[in-house]
């Protein structure tokens, strides 16, 4: 996994509520057995409709998505970070994630930055006023920055310590694990004969 | 201070705990399927890693495989191609799978608990979010993405953040008529689709004791669509008698152990959750979504919402884009609305007690001219247990199409998919937009509320027949 210090890119409001997995990426285009090549299924409904906003020419070059409460709610689908990540966002901000497309995220080196409503609103109007404006978005501080004097947005958003650890330095969870297989061991050789195997 | 029934199997599977850092838990069983696996074995091959415990790992074939034709090549190249990887990574590493044609395929969530392989006191994860319906045995079990199963293939462990723990207690006896569905789809309604995030949840209460096993996976499966990380209920005689006799359940003296651990499986009296949400069976009704997701629900007997009936604006953007995908009008009865197509099946509601109670309200009816009606069994098993039961042919005389095990309209991976603008009563767990086919529009339902409706063709109760 790449390291995530910081970006400063093209931001999309995207101002809907419950962007649900299958509207990230509907389940036809998971079919593919590769991690790459799922560009052409992000928002793949909603793309069909010359007025969405990713088909504007300010948003060709996107990189940061701006979204409405509950983003990535349904399915456990990793591809729908993969679908974002190939089409080139690197981070997205939301008033509230799911849980597993947060986890997801953090796994596949896409930023999840969790900020208070009022920031998502901010940010909107901001953008709404400036279309293809940039944001900059800092892990280390975990600070989002916009604009210039008065209407400047600066803002901090959450994230949990150990994936922020994880990202700053591009960390791979299972070599991470691996170094404990000792404590693994152990768990094991106490556990009780009456759990079911498979073979 | 006493634990609750989460804590207690949480910290039965914690390997590793340290200050700062997530907890590294156990997993008793990983399920995995052909949409989310391959890249995960992919990883595997270019890290040089192998499969810890091919023996706590179970692979079957069921997102995208044809519920017609089964027992020829598929012919979806592309589909063909992701099942197959799945055939050739499974015999690489060492897994037992169970492929399109085999007496034990189905859909992943149905064939663990009849295979016994889902138990009290167990993790259990899977690449797909309705893992959760397993912890309708009092096991913990949630979906994860795919670099979490290469994780767990790898080291059969995932780090993992304590959740939080709440109570939800239904009191009272459901009436006559209303399901685990309409219970579940009540409270989603009630939560809204993120009310559980963060949480894992326990179901209590009469209501829930008195569910038979498969309402209780009806109730567990829909956990995540109101955002929890989990839901559980805590193991009882309904659960050992359904887990007894099941090919990999424990015998002998490994049943005594097993059960009498199980039987530790409750809430502590003096134990507190962080939050607690407290509903009444007794004044529910039939319940149906409206919108495009889960927690957009209404009873039958009421009307299609108006954006003004919500005060927060959020929510009236989201029920004007709702209606307008949906086509429908604000203040429409709901019994009003008229159906495409019936969808009976999925990990909601796949199960034999799902497809016995569908035939006995549609026995003697046929299906409305302008309907179709789609069953499909939840796995092989099913299917064969509904036939020897003769419900296949309950369905067929009443115009019904009988299908092969798989998720089938679910989701639409595979052909079974509504066209653009189609609309259908589904007793499945997701109305999102486009989730059953591009424009289709999907109502969810209980299983009598699908069997009516088909016989009306319009969203009916079986009181309305």
Not at chain 2, 6 to 17: G, L, P, Q
Not at chain 2, 120 to 138: E, K, L, N, R, Y
Not at chain 2, 406 to 418: A, E, F, I, T, V
Not at chain 2, 432 to 461: C, N
Request: proline residues 5%.
């Amino acid at each position: 996994m790449d390291k995530f210090t910081n970006h400063t890119g093209v931001a999309m409001p995207l101002k809907r509520s419950n962007v649900d997995t299958d509207q990230i990426i509907p389940a036809v285009y998971l079919k593919r057995v590769t991690r790459t090549g799922f560009e052409d299924g992000l928002f793949a409904a909603w793309r069909n409709d010359r007025e969405f906003i990713m088909n504007r020419p300010e948003y060709a070059e996107a990189s940061v998505l701006v979204a409405g409460p509950d983003f990535g709610t349904g399915s456990s689908r990793e591809h729908a970070v993969w679908a974002l990540q190939n089409y080139g966002f690197k981070v997205v901000i939301s008033s509230r994630f799911a849980d597993i497309f947060r986890g997801n995220s953090g796994k596949a080196g896409l930023l999840s930055a969790q900020v208070d409503e009022a920031v998502v609103e901010g940010l909107w109007a901001y953008l709404e006023a400036n279309p293809g404006a940039e944001v900059s978005v800092d892990l280390e501080s975990r600070s989002i920055k916009a604009g210039q004097g008065d209407d400047a947005i600066d803002a901090t958003f959450v994230i949990d310590d150990y994936t922020r650890w994880r990202l700053l330095n591009g960390l791979d969870d299972i070599g991470i694990t691996l170094s404990h297989e000792a404590d693994i061991d152990a768990f094991e050789a106490k556990r009780p004969a009456y759990k079911p195997v498979t073979q | 201070m006493g634990k609750t029934l989460a804590e207690k199997v949480w910290d039965e599977h914690v390997v590793r705990s340290t200050e700062g850092e997530p907890d590294l838990l156990y997993i008793d069983l990983h399920l995995i399927h052909e949409v989310t696996s391959p890249q995960a074995f992919d990883g595997l091959r270019m890290s040089q890693r192998k499969v810890r415990r091919p023996d706590l790992t179970l692979a079957t074939e069921d997102h995208n495989v044809p519920t017609l034709d089964w027992d020829k090549p598929i012919a979806d190249p592309v589909s063909r191609t992701q099942v197959d990887t799945l055939r050739k990574n499974a015999a690489d590493f060492g897994v037992r799978l169970h492929p399109l044609g085999d007496v034990e395929q189905g859909i992943v969530h149905v064939v663990g608990p009849q295979l016994g392989l889902t138990q009290p006191g167990m993790t259990i994860v899977c690449g797909d979010s309705h893992t959760s319906t397993h912890g309708a045995f009092g096991a913990i079990a949630f979906g994860i993405g795919t670099s979490e199963v290469e994780h767990v293939l790898a080291t059969q462990t995932l780090p993992q953040q304590k959740p939080k723990t709440m109570a939800v207690t239904v009191n009272g006896s459901l009436p006559e008529g209303v399901t685990a569905k309409d219970l579940v789809l009540t409270l989603i309604t009630h939560t809204g689709t993120g009310g559980g995030q963060g949480y894992i949840v326990e179901y209590r209460g009469q209501a829930i004791e008195e569910l038979s096993m498969e309402g209780r996976m009806t109730v567990c499966n829909m956990s995540i669509e109101w955002g929890a990380k989990a839901g559980l209920i805590a193991p009882d005689q309904t659960t050992f008698d359904y887990i007894e006799g099941k090919p990999e359940a424990p015998k002998g003296a490994d049943w005594d152990a097993a059960v009498a651990y199980w039987k530790t499986l409750v809430t502590d009296a003096d134990a507190t959750f962080d939050k607690e949400i407290v509903l009444d069976a007794s004044t529910m009704t039939p319940f149906v979504t409206w919108g495009t997701n889960p927690g957009q629900g209404v009873q039958l007997g009421g009307n299609v919402p108006s954006p003004a009936d919500f005060s927060d604006p959020v929510d009236q953007i989201a029920c004007e884009k709702a209606l307008e995908y949906m086509g429908l009008q604000a203040g429409t009865p709901m019994r009003e609305i008229k159906v495409d197509t019936v969808f009976v099946g999925s990990c909601t509601n796949g199960r034999i007690e799902d497809l016995r109670l569908a035939a006995e309200v549609i026995k003697g009816h046929k299906v409305a001219d302008q309907t179709r009606l789609l069953v499909v069994p939840g796995s092989v098993r099913v299917r064969l247990q509904a036939e020897a039961e003769g419900l296949d042919q309950i369905f067929i005389a009443a115009g019904a199409e009988w299908r092969g095990a798989g998720c089938s309209m679910c989701l639409g991976m595979n052909p079974d998919q509504l066209a653009p603008g189609e609309r259908s009563a589904s007793t499945s767990n997701r109305n999102f937009e486009g989730r059953q086919g591009k424009g289709g529009r999907t109502h969810l339902v209980s299983i009598p509320v699908a069997a009516a409706t088909a016989v009306r063709g319009t969203l009916s109760s079986p009181a309305d027949l």
